[in-house]
């Protein structure tokens, strides 16, 4: 009887091992989840800054400026489509269409997605004045 109820125990210590280490396991991945949506959130509110600032200085048509703040944004994050964008824009905004078509074409090549809205107007526009 003795030896049977130490077959239990060993059994209810395997078992209960098993769920120690099923939980480590999900706490280890919500874990990595809320990193990742860290992460995310940083990412969006530095490409929410760049945008804010980025609009500040081109409606002040202040197009040298904000040329010298987004090439240090870009020389930290080379694929931020915001800064990219507002780069390809402040170019055309000084008449610098060589410059404003390398950009948008940059996005157009990280950013599939933008070419339609963020892309096509410009390129037309740089095509009708360069």
Do not use: C
């Not at 091992?17 to 530095?46: D, E, F, P």
């Not at 000084?94 to 809205?117: G, H, R, T």
């Amino acid at each position: 009887m003795d030896q049977n109820i130490l077959l239990e125990l060993e059994k209810i210590r395997d078992i209960l091992t098993l769920i120690l280490l099923l939980l480590g396991v999900l706490v280890v991945a919500k874990a990595l989840n809320v990193i990742g949506n860290i992460s995310s959130n940083w990412q969006l509110q530095r490409s929410d800054r760049i945008r804010n600032h980025s609009i500040d200085l081109h409606d002040q048509e202040k197009y040298s400026e904000l040329i010298e703040y987004l090439a240090k944004k870009l020389n930290d994050y080379p694929n931020n489509p915001t800064a990219i964008y507002w780069m390809a824009r402040s170019h055309l905004g000084k008449a610098d269409y060589v410059s404003a078509k390398k950009y948008f074409l940059k996005l157009k090549d990280i950013e599939p997605s933008w070419e339609k809205d963020y892309v096509e107007p410009f390129m037309r526009e740089i095509e009708e004045k360069h």
